[in-house]
């Protein structure tokens, strides 16, 4: 079982910025594929942005070249710094880890984009 807690989210004016931090328990963190999704209810969960335990990472087209996703293997977290906020990047931003058999899910954390 992994726990996921997110910190980071907030509310922040359109093309300001803000970095969510996901903390994993685990000692295995090096062995998950991280990523962050969002949701607007009731749209479905969508991918935002994946890291490999090797680095590689994945952008959902919309956030291309503003969202940056890192994680710190020592200290078992993974960020996702957001530059140039649009009002339509406003949803709950959630934490994942992946591996071949299992996902967990953080709870959750707030963004909101004012125009």
């Known amino acids: 079982q992994v726990q996921l807690v997110e910190s980071g989210g907030g509310l922040v004016q359109s093309g300001g910025s803000l970095k969510l931090s996901c903390a994993a328990s685990?000692?295995?963190?090096?062995?998950?594929?991280m990523g962050w999704y969002r949701q607007v209810p009731p749209k479905q969960r969508e991918l935002v942005a994946t890291?490999?335990?090797?680095?590689?990472?994945h952008y959902r087209d919309s956030v291309e070249g503003r969202f940056t996703i890192s994680r710190d293997n020592a200290r078992n977290t993974v960020y996702l710094q957001m530059n140039s906020l649009k009002p339509e990047d406003t949803a709950v931003y959630f934490c994942?880890?992946?591996?071949?058999?299992?996902?967990?899910w953080g709870q959750g954390t707030q963004v909101t984009v004012s125009s």
């Open positions: 994942n880890a992946h591996r071949a058999w299992a996902d967990y």
């Open positions: 685990t000692t295995a963190f090096t062995l998950y594929r």
């Open positions: 890291i490999t335990n090797t680095g590689v990472t």
